[in-house]
């Protein structure tokens, strides 16, 4: 059965076996699953670890076409390598 409506579910289950087949058949039904292993990981995962709510990134993001470079290792690690 697939779902004329997808949805994005967080599955909180303490048990392996059951968290596996939640997963797949709410993923068959079309549905973005994110799994927790307790309640409090998925009240992390909903509001992280201050309390106000994440913002969730689109599930279907589109490529950054001007990612940010990378800018090496910083003073204090670019000293430490020249003396050794």
Known sequence: MHSDRSLRILVAEDNEFNMEVVKTMLTQMGHSVECAWNGSEAIEKLFGLNGAPLEHPNPHPT?????EPDPG???DQASRSRSR
């Open 63 to 67: 490529p950054n076409p001007h990612p």
């Open 73 to 75: 290792p910083g003073p």
